[in-house]
């Protein structure tokens, strides 16, 4: 280097850094002062002179330098050590007051405050859904106490629920071609009453998307063909193929343990594999979780023909399929909007909600995997119900909070195995490539745990009733948190809330829709 500050070869020695870099001597202008004659030359008054011990290097008062051996080896650490402490600030404030504490003195932290909404679950409510948790506490330390918290819910009403919309209903709702003349009203009615057996294959067309309510009730020869063609695709595989696409061949080992499991009264297990396996090749990324073949079965005994149970899966996967997909996210995010509910709903549910097998069952349940504990019929109904949309966005989790109540003083028959194969079915353990064939458990454990499904399947017009009154109950709460005001679609929170905020006209009794009441 040349000369100058830092040039010289007096202005540069060792020894090595820690990192491999030389250290250089420091400039005066930096060890404490302006060099003589600066001061006068910028027109500046020099700045007070530095306290402590003297850099090593820097200038000393005669003007030379300090020999380079001086300077200690270690680094920075050693540097900022020979450099002293750095001077006490000057206070700027008005003096303190008597009894205040010194300004040095450490002072006492702020307490936290957090709103349950953001705080996360509760207690072992957040062990089991992995919500916020907070920063590390040091080892030893005390366990953080949980924020009070409490909203003022008022009764919890018990809508009534009706009968089923039937044959001659329907039609009277149609045209001579199919179409519907009141969708938003038959929808209402489907939710309040869903729909009669001989009904579901042509309703659950319009619910699950097949058929736009707008359009004519025509067979769709396109969606049978794209059907077939993606068959074909899986079934023309040589066995030399599929035994280097590691990644399909682990899809069809999963489906092939599920198959093992199902019941004998249920689908036939062909029709079950060539849906199921068609679906990986339509949707490759997700393809097959554990788990899948239980929401298919039902839906295989509505509607029989082959490619429109397949494209009505399609659509079931469309809204739940995050909940299956290796990731996990969407099933740990609606775990932690579960826990809000729950801690604003049921607190004494979260000691329980600790438990591992709880936890296996919300996973279920969240996957419309209700089965075991509703049977094939109630299943059908709570499905029928929910793709109505009403009454509010995330009905669902409203369903899963009552499911825990009616479940919590509900012991299983001994013996009871018609919840296997238990577990989240939430995907690959995490961290396990794609296409890996050893230790596939997809989360999920071969054993039964100790909490399984009812001896006798719950009501399912109950849990609808309750889920309903429920979203009521929460809709008239005047301090509900405002994340879950969005999360069930209520906007953000009145200032005098009426018991029929957020509802829709059509559920509420006539004097709450603003209709002149009635003569008693």
Same mark, same amino acid.
């Given at each position: 280097?040349?000369?100058? *500050?830092?040039?010289?070869?007096?202005?540069?020695?060792?020894?090595?850094?820690?990192?491999?870099?030389?250290?250089?001597?420091?400039?005066?202008?930096?060890?404490?002062?302006?060099?003589?004659?600066?001061?006068?030359?910028?027109?500046?008054?020099?700045?007070?002179?530095?306290?402590?011990?003297?850099?090593?290097?820097?200038?000393?008062?005669?003007?030379?330098?300090?020999?380079?051996?001086?300077?200690?080896?270690?680094?920075?650490?050693?540097?900022?050590?020979?450099?002293?402490?750095?001077?006490?600030?000057?206070?700027?404030?008005?003096?303190?007051?008597?009894?205040?504490?010194?300004?040095?003195?450490?002072?006492?932290?702020? %307490?936290?405050?957090?709103?349950?909404?953001?705080?996360?679950?509760?207690?072992?409510? @957040?062990?089991?859904?992995?919500?916020?948790?907070?920063?590390?506490?040091?080892?030893?330390?005390?366990?953080?106490?949980?924020?009070?918290?409490?909203?003022?819910?008022? %009764?919890?009403?018990?809508?009534?629920?009706?009968?089923?919309?039937?044959?001659?209903?329907?039609?009277?709702?149609?045209?001579?071609?199919?179409? @519907?003349?009141?969708?938003?009203?038959?929808?209402?009615?489907?939710?309040?009453?869903?729909?009669?057996?001989?009904?579901?294959?042509?309703?659950?067309?319009?619910?699950?998307?097949?058929?736009?309510?707008?359009?004519?009730?025509?067979? *769709?020869?396109?969606?049978?063909?794209?059907?077939?063609?993606?068959?074909?695709?899986?079934?023309?595989? @040589?066995?030399?193929?599929?035994?280097?696409?590691?990644?399909?061949?682990?899809?069809?080992?999963?489906?092939?343990?599920?198959?093992?499991?199902?019941?004998?009264?249920?689908?036939?297990?062909?029709?079950?594999?060539?849906?199921?396996?068609?679906?990986?090749?339509?949707?490759?990324?997700?393809?097959?979780?554990?788990? !899948?073949?239980?929401?298919?079965?039902?839906?295989?005994?509505?509607?029989?023909?082959?490619?429109?149970?397949?494209?009505?899966?399609?659509?079931?996967?469309?809204?739940?399929?995050?909940?299956?997909?290796?990731?996990?996210?969407?099933?740990?995010?609606?775990?932690?909007?579960?826990?809000?509910?729950?801690?604003?709903?049921?607190?004494?549910?979260? *000691?329980?909600?600790?438990?591992?097998?709880?936890?296996?069952?919300?996973?279920?349940?969240?996957?419309?995997?209700?089965?075991?504990?509703?049977?094939?019929?109630?299943?059908?109904?709570?499905?029928?119900?929910?793709?109505?949309?009403?009454?509010?966005?995330?009905?669902?989790?409203?369903?899963?909070?009552?499911?825990?109540? !009616?479940?919590?003083?509900?012991?299983?028959?001994?013996?009871?195995?018609?919840?296997?194969?238990?577990?989240?079915?939430?995907?690959?353990?995490?961290?396990?490539?794609?296409?890996?064939?050893?230790?596939? @458990?997809?989360?999920?454990?071969?054993?039964?745990?100790? *909490?399984?499904?009812?001896?006798?399947?719950?009501?399912?017009?109950?849990?609808?009733?309750?889920?309903?009154?429920?979203?009521?109950?929460?809709?008239?709460?005047?301090?509900?948190?405002?994340?879950?005001?969005?999360?069930?679609?209520?906007?953000?929170?009145?200032?005098?809330? %009426?018991?029929?905020?957020?509802?829709?006209?059509?559920?509420?009794?006539?004097?709450?829709?603003?209709?002149?009441?009635?003569?008693?």
């Amino acid at each position: 280097m040349g000369g100058g *500050e830092f040039g010289g070869s007096q202005g540069i020695w060792g020894p090595w850094g820690v990192f491999g870099v030389r250290i250089c001597r420091v400039p005066p202008r930096l060890a404490g002062g302006v060099p003589p004659g600066a001061a006068g030359a910028a027109g500046a008054a020099p700045g007070p002179p530095r306290t402590g011990p003297p850099l090593p290097g820097a200038a000393a008062p005669g003007g030379a330098l300090s020999p380079p051996a001086a300077l200690p080896t270690g680094g920075t650490p050693k540097l900022a050590e020979a450099a002293g402490p750095p001077p006490a600030p000057v206070p700027t404030g008005p003096p303190a007051a008597a009894g205040d504490p010194p300004t040095g003195a450490p002072q006492a932290p702020l %307490p936290r405050s957090r709103h349950p909404a953001a705080a996360g679950p509760c207690g072992g409510l @957040s062990r089991l859904l992995g919500g916020p948790r907070g920063p590390p506490q040091e080892e030893g330390a005390e366990p953080e106490a949980e924020p009070e918290f409490e909203v003022r819910l008022g %009764p919890r009403p018990t809508p009534l629920r009706g009968p089923p919309v039937t044959q001659e209903e329907w039609g009277r709702s149609h045209d001579s071609e199919g179409r @519907s003349l009141d969708p938003q009203g038959l929808r209402l009615r489907i939710f309040r009453g869903g729909l009669s057996p001989e009904l579901r294959p042509r309703g659950w067309r319009r619910l699950l998307g097949l058929r736009p309510w707008g359009d004519p009730e025509t067979p *769709e020869r396109e969606q049978r063909d794209a059907y077939f063609r993606m068959k074909l695709q899986w079934r023309s595989l @040589s066995p030399g193929q599929l035994q280097r696409n590691r990644v399909l061949r682990r899809y069809r080992q999963r489906l092939e343990r599920d198959l093992a499991r199902c019941p004998p009264d249920g689908p036939p297990r062909a029709l079950l594999r060539d849906v199921l396996m068609t679906h990986c090749m339509f949707h490759f990324d997700l393809g097959y979780v554990r788990g !899948m073949s239980e929401v298919l079965a039902p839906l295989l005994g509505v509607t029989p023909p082959e490619h429109e149970a397949f494209w009505g899966f399609c659509s079931i996967m469309e809204m739940v399929g995050s909940n299956f997909g290796p990731s996990r996210e969407g099933l740990e995010r609606q775990l932690g909007q579960l826990g809000q509910l729950v801690r604003v709903v049921e607190p004494e549910l979260c *000691e329980r909600l600790g438990a591992g097998d709880t936890s296996r069952c919300c996973r279920r349940w969240l996957q419309l995997r209700f089965l075991p504990w509703l049977g094939t019929e109630g299943t059908r109904r709570v499905w029928e119900v929910l793709w109505t949309g009403l009454p509010c966005p995330n009905f669902h989790l409203l369903l899963v909070c009552v499911l825990l109540e !009616m479940t919590r003083d509900v012991s299983p028959e001994p013996g009871d195995t018609r919840g296997a194969p238990p577990g989240d079915s939430a995907g690959d353990p995490p961290g396990a490539p794609p296409g890996d064939s050893a230790g596939d @458990s997809d989360g999920d454990s071969d054993s039964d745990g100790d *909490e399984g499904p009812p001896a006798v399947p719950l009501d399912a017009e109950q849990l609808l009733s309750g889920a309903e009154g429920l979203f009521l109950q929460l809709a008239a709460a005047p301090d509900l948190p405002l994340a879950l005001r969005e999360l069930l679609g209520l906007g953000g929170a009145p200032p005098r809330p %009426p018991p029929d905020a957020g509802v829709p006209p059509a559920l509420l009794p006539p004097q709450s829709r603003g209709d002149p009441p009635t003569a008693p």
